[in-house]
């Protein structure tokens, strides 16, 4: 096995019907990257490495959503069809589901702020355990990244994950944006995100949620590869 995968895993961000074209919140060509992230996990899953599934599982009542004054549509209600997977996506029988904003006072948007079903055996009784504390317990060092969206929880696990020291690498070509592109949107004022901005300014590169969030995770120490890049490293 090359060296780059002996402590590395797969995260698969919010899949999620609810956010592929027909869903409540759907991402333009979110569908187009399940076949990429099927190879993914296909040879993650032959190397023998961790595969984790991450899934937005609101409450029907959350400040996340727009009716109780957050950002959003409602999206991803615990149990509802739009929470489950794209129909096409492959779930590994080695996969490890993560659940994240779970609580009605949640507003994040990173898997790193997920937890994991555990089970207890004899008893069979299951437990969450947060997602740091799995990946901590299976001693990884590297994650490599892909889902949706590019700009919002792809982004923000990719700098949890650098925050707590790993490896990150987002396959480009295995994610979407969602794109809002609100040219006078206040977060585009931040002293961080306004310096982006004008980066992108001089460089001739669009502004775009996109963009921003590309070079927010490029500063952030993020390595941006393709599905291919990393298969031809097996």
Known sequence: ???????????????????????????????????????????????????????????????????????????CVAGTQGAEFH??????????????????????YSPFKGRVWVHSDPNNVRFYVPFPLVAESLQLDTFFNCGLATDWCDKAGSLDGRALRYAVHMVLDACRPVNLNIPNDPWRKEPKIHNICKTLESQGIEVTDENIALEEMRRAGVIFTTTDEVLSQS
């Open 1 to 75: 096995m090359n060296r780059l995968f002996e402590r590395a895993a797969l995260l698969v961000t919010d899949v999620q019907n609810d956010f592929c074209p027909g869903g409540t919140l759907g991402v333009e060509n979110g569908d187009k990257i399940v076949e990429s992230i099927n190879r993914l996990t296909e040879f993650f899953e032959k190397i023998g490495r961790p595969i984790f599934y991450s899934k937005d599982w609101h409450p029907k009542v959350t400040r996340h959503f727009k009716e109780y004054n957050g950002s959003w549509p409602e999206h």
């Open 87 to 108: 129909p096409n996506l492959i779930i590994r029988k080695s996969g490890i589901i993560i659940l994240k904003g779970e609580s009605p006072d949640d507003n994040d």
